[in-house]
Protein backbone atom coordinates (compact mmCIF):
# COMPACT_ATOMS: atom_id res chain seq x y z
CA UNK A 1 0.00 0.00 0.00
CA UNK A 2 3.08 2.10 0.97
CA UNK A 3 4.45 2.33 -2.64
CA UNK A 4 0.75 3.44 -4.06
CA UNK A 5 0.62 6.54 -5.99
CA UNK A 6 -2.67 8.41 -6.57
CA UNK A 7 -3.10 11.08 -8.62
CA UNK A 8 -3.84 14.62 -7.59
CA UNK A 9 -3.39 16.86 -10.21
CA UNK A 10 -2.66 16.57 -13.92
CA UNK A 11 0.27 17.95 -15.64
CA UNK A 12 -1.99 20.68 -17.11
CA UNK A 13 -2.77 21.76 -14.06
CA UNK A 14 0.64 21.31 -12.43
CA UNK A 15 2.15 23.31 -15.57
CA UNK A 16 -0.63 26.24 -15.03
CA UNK A 17 0.04 26.43 -11.21
CA UNK A 18 3.53 26.79 -11.77
CA UNK A 19 3.72 29.40 -14.33
CA UNK A 20 0.98 31.53 -12.68
CA UNK A 21 3.18 31.17 -9.30
CA UNK A 22 6.27 32.75 -11.43
CA UNK A 23 4.22 35.18 -12.96
CA UNK A 24 3.11 36.00 -9.62
CA UNK A 25 6.09 35.95 -8.31
CA UNK A 26 8.19 38.43 -10.37
CA UNK A 27 4.90 40.99 -10.06
CA UNK A 28 4.70 40.07 -5.78
CA UNK A 29 8.22 41.77 -5.96
CA UNK A 30 8.38 44.20 -8.37
CA UNK A 31 4.94 45.51 -6.30
CA UNK A 32 6.91 45.35 -3.32
CA UNK A 33 9.49 47.68 -4.34
CA UNK A 34 6.56 50.03 -5.72
CA UNK A 35 5.27 49.44 -2.00
CA UNK A 36 8.04 50.28 0.04
CA UNK A 37 11.66 51.92 -0.86
CA UNK A 38 12.59 48.99 1.90
CA UNK A 39 11.97 46.71 -0.48
CA UNK A 40 14.05 48.24 -3.34
CA UNK A 41 16.32 45.69 -3.52
CA UNK A 42 13.88 43.52 -5.47
CA UNK A 43 13.94 46.14 -8.13
CA UNK A 44 17.44 46.16 -8.43
CA UNK A 45 17.51 42.55 -8.39
CA UNK A 46 15.07 41.93 -11.35
CA UNK A 47 16.21 44.61 -13.88
CA UNK A 48 16.12 47.70 -12.29
CA UNK A 49 13.44 50.09 -11.55
CA UNK A 50 12.62 51.32 -15.21
CA UNK A 51 12.67 47.25 -16.23
CA UNK A 52 10.52 46.50 -13.07
CA UNK A 53 8.33 49.64 -14.12
CA UNK A 54 8.18 48.15 -17.90
CA UNK A 55 7.28 44.33 -16.74
CA UNK A 56 5.27 44.33 -13.87
CA UNK A 57 2.92 45.05 -15.15
CA UNK A 58 3.42 42.68 -18.48
CA UNK A 59 3.79 39.90 -15.68
CA UNK A 60 0.19 41.31 -14.38
CA UNK A 61 -1.48 40.49 -17.45
CA UNK A 62 0.46 36.96 -17.74
CA UNK A 63 -0.70 36.48 -14.63
CA UNK A 64 -4.44 37.16 -14.82
CA UNK A 65 -4.57 35.35 -18.28
CA UNK A 66 -3.17 32.36 -16.47
CA UNK A 67 -5.57 32.88 -13.48
CA UNK A 68 -8.31 33.33 -15.69
CA UNK A 69 -7.74 29.66 -17.11
CA UNK A 70 -7.20 28.07 -13.17
CA UNK A 71 -10.44 29.88 -12.52
CA UNK A 72 -12.06 27.88 -16.14
CA UNK A 73 -10.61 24.70 -14.72
CA UNK A 74 -11.58 25.01 -11.32
CA UNK A 75 -14.28 27.78 -10.17
CA UNK A 76 -16.64 24.55 -9.91
CA UNK A 77 -14.40 22.71 -7.51
CA UNK A 78 -14.21 25.41 -5.72
CA UNK A 79 -17.43 26.21 -5.07
CA UNK A 80 -18.14 25.47 -0.57
CA UNK A 81 -20.74 22.65 0.26
CA UNK A 82 -21.85 22.62 3.77
CA UNK A 83 -18.91 20.82 5.08
CA UNK A 84 -16.72 23.42 4.25
CA UNK A 85 -18.93 25.78 6.08
CA UNK A 86 -18.94 23.91 9.19
CA UNK A 87 -14.91 23.66 8.21
CA UNK A 88 -14.33 27.11 8.38
CA UNK A 89 -16.46 27.50 11.81
CA UNK A 90 -13.75 25.23 13.30
CA UNK A 91 -10.89 26.08 11.04
CA UNK A 92 -8.99 27.04 14.49
CA UNK A 93 -9.06 23.77 15.89
CA UNK A 94 -7.63 22.70 12.36
CA UNK A 95 -4.86 24.96 13.27
CA UNK A 96 -3.49 23.12 15.72
CA UNK A 97 -4.11 20.00 14.16
CA UNK A 98 -7.00 18.85 16.17
CA UNK A 99 -9.28 16.73 14.41
CA UNK A 100 -12.09 16.02 16.69
CA UNK A 101 -14.90 17.94 15.07
CA UNK A 102 -13.13 19.12 11.91
CA UNK A 103 -15.44 17.87 8.94
CA UNK A 104 -13.54 15.88 6.14
CA UNK A 105 -12.59 17.53 2.90
CA UNK A 106 -13.27 16.74 -0.23
CA UNK A 107 -10.08 17.57 -3.04
CA UNK A 108 -9.93 20.94 -1.73
CA UNK A 109 -10.68 21.86 1.41
CA UNK A 110 -12.50 24.81 2.37
CA UNK A 111 -9.49 27.18 3.61
CA UNK A 112 -7.82 25.81 -0.29
CA UNK A 113 -11.12 27.15 -1.32
CA UNK A 114 -11.03 30.51 0.17
CA UNK A 115 -7.57 31.20 -1.01
CA UNK A 116 -8.99 30.69 -4.59
CA UNK A 117 -12.28 33.37 -4.23
CA UNK A 118 -9.28 35.65 -2.27
CA UNK A 119 -6.81 35.29 -5.13
CA UNK A 120 -9.47 35.52 -8.16
CA UNK A 121 -11.46 38.76 -6.64
CA UNK A 122 -8.32 40.30 -5.57
CA UNK A 123 -7.03 39.53 -9.13
CA UNK A 124 -9.64 41.05 -10.69
CA UNK A 125 -9.38 44.45 -8.69
CA UNK A 126 -5.77 44.53 -9.36
CA UNK A 127 -6.38 43.79 -12.82
CA UNK A 128 -8.37 46.69 -13.21
CA UNK A 129 -6.44 49.26 -11.22
CA UNK A 130 -3.62 48.11 -12.67
CA UNK A 131 -4.29 49.17 -16.50
CA UNK A 132 -5.04 52.61 -15.32
CA UNK A 133 -1.92 52.59 -13.59
CA UNK A 134 -0.23 51.38 -16.45
CA UNK A 135 -0.86 54.32 -18.86
CA UNK A 136 -1.55 57.55 -16.63
CA UNK A 137 -0.99 59.54 -19.41
CA UNK A 138 -4.31 58.20 -21.00
CA UNK A 139 -6.31 58.09 -17.92
CA UNK A 140 -8.63 60.32 -16.12
CA UNK A 141 -7.11 61.48 -12.75
CA UNK A 142 -10.44 60.35 -11.11
CA UNK A 143 -9.44 56.69 -12.06
CA UNK A 144 -6.05 57.40 -11.32
CA UNK A 145 -6.61 58.28 -7.38
CA UNK A 146 -9.00 55.30 -7.26
CA UNK A 147 -6.17 53.20 -8.85
CA UNK A 148 -3.74 54.27 -6.61
CA UNK A 149 -5.21 53.47 -3.31
CA UNK A 150 -7.47 50.08 -4.80
CA UNK A 151 -4.58 48.74 -6.61
CA UNK A 152 -1.85 48.22 -3.12
CA UNK A 153 -5.58 47.25 -0.81
CA UNK A 154 -5.64 44.30 -3.26
CA UNK A 155 -2.05 43.56 -3.62
CA UNK A 156 -1.82 43.14 0.40
CA UNK A 157 -5.32 40.68 0.85
CA UNK A 158 -3.29 38.29 -2.60
CA UNK A 159 0.06 38.19 -1.10
CA UNK A 160 -1.32 37.78 2.58
CA UNK A 161 -3.24 35.03 1.52
CA UNK A 162 -0.13 33.25 -0.53
CA UNK A 163 2.25 33.81 2.60
CA UNK A 164 -0.07 31.58 4.20
CA UNK A 165 -0.82 29.34 0.78
CA UNK A 166 2.75 28.91 0.77
CA UNK A 167 3.59 28.15 4.29
CA UNK A 168 1.11 25.49 4.60
CA UNK A 169 2.28 23.55 1.27
CA UNK A 170 5.62 23.40 1.99
CA UNK A 171 6.12 23.45 5.61
CA UNK A 172 2.98 22.55 7.38
CA UNK A 173 1.73 19.35 4.92
CA UNK A 174 4.39 17.36 3.84
CA UNK A 175 3.81 15.78 0.61
CA UNK A 176 1.73 19.01 -0.56
CA UNK A 177 4.40 19.93 -2.55
CA UNK A 178 5.31 17.16 -4.30
CA UNK A 179 1.52 16.91 -5.12
CA UNK A 180 1.85 20.03 -7.17
CA UNK A 181 5.37 19.03 -8.91
CA UNK A 182 5.13 15.59 -9.21
CA UNK A 183 1.43 14.77 -9.16
CA UNK A 184 1.08 11.99 -7.08
CA UNK A 185 -0.02 11.87 -3.25
CA UNK A 186 0.06 8.36 -1.07
CA UNK A 187 -3.10 6.72 -0.19
CA UNK A 188 -2.43 7.50 3.02
CA UNK A 189 -2.03 11.49 2.75
CA UNK A 190 -5.22 11.33 0.36
CA UNK A 191 -7.15 9.51 3.04
CA UNK A 192 -5.67 11.97 5.81
CA UNK A 193 -6.32 15.19 4.46
CA UNK A 194 -8.74 14.92 1.78
CA UNK A 195 -10.74 11.79 2.95
CA UNK A 196 -13.93 12.89 1.11
CA UNK A 197 -11.78 12.78 -2.55
CA UNK A 198 -10.18 9.96 -1.36
CA UNK A 199 -13.49 7.60 -0.90
CA UNK A 200 -14.53 9.79 -3.90
CA UNK A 201 -12.11 8.39 -6.45
CA UNK A 202 -10.94 4.85 -4.66
CA UNK B 1 19.53 77.04 5.09
CA UNK B 2 17.16 79.96 3.99
CA UNK B 3 14.05 78.39 1.85
CA UNK B 4 13.68 80.41 -1.55
CA UNK B 5 10.68 81.40 -2.84
CA UNK B 6 9.45 82.91 -6.09
CA UNK B 7 6.49 85.63 -5.77
CA UNK B 8 4.35 86.14 -8.63
CA UNK B 9 2.45 89.51 -7.92
CA UNK B 10 -0.67 88.76 -10.90
CA UNK B 11 -1.63 92.06 -11.01
CA UNK B 12 2.20 93.34 -12.66
CA UNK B 13 1.83 90.53 -15.22
CA UNK B 14 1.31 92.48 -18.23
CA UNK B 15 0.81 88.45 -20.75
CA UNK B 16 4.22 89.13 -22.78
CA UNK B 17 5.40 85.33 -22.14
CA UNK B 18 9.43 86.35 -21.79
CA UNK B 19 9.24 84.20 -19.15
CA UNK B 20 8.55 81.08 -20.96
CA UNK B 21 10.88 81.85 -23.46
CA UNK B 22 13.54 82.29 -20.38
CA UNK B 23 12.67 79.15 -19.41
CA UNK B 24 12.75 77.60 -22.64
CA UNK B 25 15.99 78.66 -23.31
CA UNK B 26 17.81 78.31 -19.75
CA UNK B 27 16.82 74.67 -19.68
CA UNK B 28 17.57 74.21 -23.43
CA UNK B 29 14.19 72.98 -24.86
CA UNK B 30 13.09 71.92 -27.96
CA UNK B 31 10.81 74.66 -29.72
CA UNK B 32 7.03 72.86 -29.55
CA UNK B 33 4.73 74.44 -32.47
CA UNK B 34 1.89 76.72 -30.18
CA UNK B 35 -2.04 76.38 -30.78
CA UNK B 36 -4.07 79.27 -32.12
CA UNK B 37 -7.55 79.63 -31.28
CA UNK B 38 -8.19 83.60 -31.14
CA UNK B 39 -6.62 84.04 -28.04
CA UNK B 40 -3.49 84.91 -26.52
CA UNK B 41 -3.10 81.12 -25.42
CA UNK B 42 -0.91 80.07 -27.88
CA UNK B 43 0.99 77.03 -25.68
CA UNK B 44 -2.07 75.22 -24.32
CA UNK B 45 -0.74 73.19 -21.55
CA UNK B 46 2.86 72.33 -19.58
CA UNK B 47 4.36 69.72 -21.59
CA UNK B 48 7.30 67.70 -20.59
CA UNK B 49 9.56 70.26 -22.62
CA UNK B 50 7.39 73.31 -21.47
CA UNK B 51 7.73 73.92 -17.80
CA UNK B 52 6.38 77.24 -17.14
CA UNK B 53 2.81 78.63 -18.85
CA UNK B 54 1.51 81.77 -18.70
CA UNK B 55 -3.09 81.16 -18.45
CA UNK B 56 -4.84 83.45 -20.07
CA UNK B 57 -8.26 83.58 -18.09
CA UNK B 58 -10.74 85.70 -20.13
CA UNK B 59 -13.92 86.35 -18.14
CA UNK B 60 -16.57 88.57 -16.14
CA UNK B 61 -16.50 89.17 -13.09
CA UNK B 62 -19.29 91.62 -11.80
CA UNK B 63 -20.17 92.53 -14.84
CA UNK B 64 -16.86 93.32 -16.09
CA UNK B 65 -14.07 91.88 -18.31
CA UNK B 66 -11.23 90.77 -16.68
CA UNK B 67 -8.60 89.21 -17.99
CA UNK B 68 -6.67 86.96 -15.29
CA UNK B 69 -3.07 86.15 -16.30
CA UNK B 70 -0.90 83.81 -14.23
CA UNK B 71 1.51 82.13 -14.30
CA UNK B 72 1.57 78.59 -13.93
CA UNK B 73 4.67 75.87 -12.48
CA UNK B 74 5.40 73.91 -10.01
CA UNK B 75 4.63 75.01 -6.84
CA UNK B 76 7.58 73.66 -4.62
CA UNK B 77 5.17 73.05 -2.05
CA UNK B 78 6.27 71.90 1.92
CA UNK B 79 4.34 68.54 1.84
CA UNK B 80 4.60 67.92 -1.88
CA UNK B 81 2.36 65.40 -2.92
CA UNK B 82 4.57 64.22 -5.99
CA UNK B 83 7.81 63.15 -3.59
CA UNK B 84 4.73 61.69 -1.54
CA UNK B 85 3.83 59.00 -4.49
CA UNK B 86 7.06 58.86 -6.14
CA UNK B 87 8.23 54.55 -5.10
CA UNK B 88 11.89 55.40 -6.82
CA UNK B 89 14.86 56.79 -4.14
CA UNK B 90 16.55 59.37 -5.40
CA UNK B 91 13.85 60.62 -7.86
CA UNK B 92 12.59 63.69 -6.66
CA UNK B 93 14.17 65.25 -3.85
CA UNK B 94 13.80 68.63 -1.58
CA UNK B 95 16.52 70.73 -1.12
CA UNK B 96 17.95 72.50 1.97
CA UNK B 97 16.54 75.80 0.03
CA UNK B 98 13.51 74.16 -0.38
CA UNK B 99 13.24 73.64 -4.39
CA UNK B 100 11.62 70.61 -5.25
CA UNK B 101 13.82 68.96 -7.81
CA UNK B 102 13.28 65.46 -10.40
CA UNK B 103 16.37 63.48 -10.80
CA UNK B 104 15.13 62.32 -14.08
CA UNK B 105 18.07 59.60 -13.89
CA UNK B 106 16.42 57.43 -11.10
CA UNK B 107 12.99 58.52 -12.32
CA UNK B 108 11.03 55.01 -13.64
CA UNK B 109 8.36 56.60 -15.50
CA UNK B 110 5.45 55.20 -13.55
CA UNK B 111 3.56 58.85 -13.15
CA UNK B 112 2.95 58.34 -9.30
CA UNK B 113 3.77 62.04 -9.85
CA UNK B 114 1.50 63.27 -11.73
CA UNK B 115 -1.67 61.76 -9.70
CA UNK B 116 0.04 62.68 -6.31
CA UNK B 117 0.28 66.56 -7.58
CA UNK B 118 -2.53 68.92 -6.37
CA UNK B 119 -1.62 71.27 -9.06
CA UNK B 120 -1.44 68.30 -12.09
CA UNK B 121 2.30 70.03 -12.92
CA UNK B 122 4.40 67.10 -13.82
CA UNK B 123 4.66 65.59 -16.98
CA UNK B 124 5.15 62.52 -18.69
CA UNK B 125 7.74 62.32 -21.71
CA UNK B 126 5.96 59.75 -24.21
CA UNK B 127 9.92 59.30 -25.73
CA UNK B 128 11.89 59.22 -22.61
CA UNK B 129 9.66 57.95 -20.23
CA UNK B 130 10.21 60.26 -17.75
CA UNK B 131 8.70 62.78 -15.65
CA UNK B 132 9.82 66.38 -16.03
CA UNK B 133 8.49 70.12 -14.35
CA UNK B 134 10.04 73.29 -13.48
CA UNK B 135 13.15 72.79 -11.25
CA UNK B 136 13.03 76.86 -9.79
CA UNK B 137 16.29 76.88 -11.63
CA UNK B 138 18.43 74.81 -9.52
CA UNK B 139 21.10 74.95 -10.81
CA UNK B 140 21.04 78.78 -10.89
CA UNK B 141 20.13 79.38 -7.53
CA UNK B 142 22.56 76.96 -6.54
CA UNK B 143 25.87 79.40 -7.44
CA UNK B 144 23.64 82.50 -7.02
CA UNK B 145 21.61 83.36 -9.66
CA UNK B 146 18.18 83.94 -10.02
CA UNK B 147 15.50 81.50 -12.00
CA UNK B 148 15.51 82.18 -15.43
CA UNK B 149 11.72 83.49 -15.50
CA UNK B 150 12.42 85.66 -12.93
CA UNK B 151 15.21 86.97 -14.56
CA UNK B 152 12.98 88.01 -17.70
CA UNK B 153 10.19 89.67 -16.40
CA UNK B 154 10.15 93.23 -17.51
CA UNK B 155 7.65 94.60 -15.17
CA UNK B 156 8.53 92.82 -11.74
CA UNK B 157 5.59 90.79 -11.36
CA UNK B 158 8.00 87.87 -10.34
CA UNK B 159 10.71 88.47 -7.88
CA UNK B 160 12.88 86.02 -6.07
CA UNK B 161 14.52 85.85 -2.49
CA UNK B 162 13.80 84.36 0.48
CA UNK B 163 10.63 82.55 1.39
CA UNK B 164 10.10 85.09 4.42
CA UNK B 165 10.79 87.92 2.98
CA UNK B 166 8.54 87.42 -0.37
CA UNK B 167 5.50 86.44 2.02
CA UNK B 168 5.59 89.90 4.00
CA UNK B 169 6.16 91.57 0.93
CA UNK B 170 2.70 89.49 -0.85
CA UNK B 171 1.32 90.15 2.44
CA UNK B 172 1.99 93.76 1.77
CA UNK B 173 0.96 94.11 -1.24
CA UNK B 174 -2.31 92.45 -0.79
CA UNK B 175 -3.17 94.92 1.80
CA UNK B 176 -2.12 97.46 -0.31
CA UNK B 177 -4.19 96.27 -3.25
CA UNK B 178 -7.22 96.20 -0.62
CA UNK B 179 -7.02 99.70 -0.02
CA UNK B 180 -7.00 100.75 -3.46
CA UNK B 181 -10.81 99.20 -3.82
CA UNK B 182 -9.63 95.30 -4.76
CA UNK B 183 -11.84 93.89 -1.47
CA UNK B 184 -10.90 90.62 -2.66
CA UNK B 185 -7.13 90.82 -3.02
CA UNK B 186 -4.77 88.10 -1.29
CA UNK B 187 -2.09 86.08 -0.84
CA UNK B 188 -1.97 82.40 -2.36
CA UNK B 189 0.48 80.29 -1.11
CA UNK B 190 -0.97 76.57 -0.41
CA UNK B 191 -1.52 75.94 3.49
CA UNK B 192 -2.55 72.76 2.57
CA UNK B 193 0.48 71.52 1.70
CA UNK B 194 2.49 72.93 4.28
CA UNK B 195 2.64 76.28 2.33
CA UNK B 196 4.44 76.27 -1.13
CA UNK B 197 7.46 78.09 -2.68
CA UNK B 198 5.97 80.14 -4.77
CA UNK B 199 3.64 82.57 -3.74
CA UNK B 200 0.87 84.42 -5.34
CA UNK B 201 -0.90 87.36 -4.87
CA UNK B 202 -4.08 87.71 -6.33
CA UNK B 203 -6.62 90.58 -7.08
CA UNK B 204 -9.65 87.83 -6.70
CA UNK B 205 -8.23 85.73 -4.30
CA UNK B 206 -11.67 84.52 -2.98
CA UNK B 207 -11.88 82.36 -6.35
CA UNK B 208 -8.40 80.84 -7.30
CA UNK B 209 -10.33 78.40 -9.42
CA UNK B 210 -10.77 81.26 -11.80
CA UNK B 211 -6.91 81.80 -12.39
CA UNK B 212 -6.47 78.04 -12.83
CA UNK B 213 -5.08 77.56 -9.32
CA UNK B 214 -7.32 74.68 -7.25
CA UNK B 215 -8.81 76.48 -3.97
CA UNK B 216 -7.86 73.68 -1.36
CA UNK B 217 -4.65 72.08 -2.41
CA UNK B 218 -3.43 69.16 -0.41
CA UNK B 219 -2.02 65.43 -1.21
CA UNK B 220 -4.83 63.42 -2.81
CA UNK B 221 -6.62 61.39 -0.28
CA UNK B 222 -5.96 58.31 -1.67
CA UNK B 223 -2.46 58.99 -1.74
CA UNK B 224 -2.60 59.78 1.68
CA UNK B 225 -4.83 56.88 2.62
CA UNK B 226 -2.45 54.45 0.76
CA UNK B 227 0.63 56.09 2.44
CA UNK B 228 -0.91 55.89 5.87
CA UNK B 229 -2.84 53.59 7.10
CA UNK B 230 -2.83 50.98 3.76
CA UNK B 231 0.94 50.89 4.14
CA UNK B 232 1.02 49.95 7.93
CA UNK B 233 -1.29 47.54 8.06
CA UNK B 234 0.32 46.13 4.55
CA UNK B 235 3.01 45.87 6.58
CA UNK B 236 1.55 44.11 9.54
CA UNK B 237 0.07 41.61 7.10
CA UNK B 238 3.09 41.19 5.38
CA UNK B 239 5.35 40.70 8.72
CA UNK B 240 2.93 39.64 10.59
CA UNK B 241 1.91 36.51 8.67
CA UNK B 242 5.62 35.44 8.22
CA UNK B 243 6.10 35.77 11.97
CA UNK B 244 2.81 33.98 12.29
CA UNK B 245 3.88 31.08 10.21
CA UNK B 246 7.41 30.61 12.13
CA UNK B 247 5.68 31.03 15.40
CA UNK B 248 2.88 27.94 14.35
CA UNK B 249 5.82 25.78 12.61
CA UNK B 250 8.02 25.96 15.85
CA UNK B 251 4.66 25.64 18.16
CA UNK B 252 2.52 23.18 16.22
CA UNK B 253 4.14 22.34 13.46
CA UNK B 254 3.76 19.88 10.07
CA UNK B 255 0.61 17.85 10.01
CA UNK B 256 1.55 14.52 9.72
CA UNK B 257 -0.30 12.12 7.29
CA UNK B 258 -1.59 9.24 8.93
CA UNK B 259 -0.44 5.68 8.70
CA UNK B 260 -3.30 3.31 7.60
Known amino acids: MSSARVTRFSSAERLTHWLTAISFLYAGLSGLAIWSRRMWWAAIALGGGETVRAWHPIAGVVFALLLATMFRRWSAQMRLDADDKRWLAVSHKYAVHQEGGVPESGRFNAGQKMLFWLQSSSAILLFASGAVLWFPELMPRTLRLAAILIHPIASVA ?45 | MQTVAKLIDTTLCIGCKACEVACQEWNDQEFTMGVFNNTYQTMPDLAPNFWNLIKFNELEIDGAQ ?21 PAPGAIMRLPNGIVDFAQDHCIGCGYCITGCPFDVPRLCAKTKKVYKCSLCSDRVAVGLEPSCIKACPTSCLTFGSRDDLKFAADKRAADLRKSGFQQAGVYDGPGVGGTNVIYVLKHADRPTDYGLPKNPSIPWTVQLWKGPVKLLGNLVFVGGLLAAFVHFIRVGPKESHDE
Open chain 1, 158 to 202: SIGGIIVHIYMSTLVVPGALRAMLRGWVTPAWAASHHAKWFREIK
Open chain 2, 66 to 86: SWLMAKYQCMHCADAGCIAAC
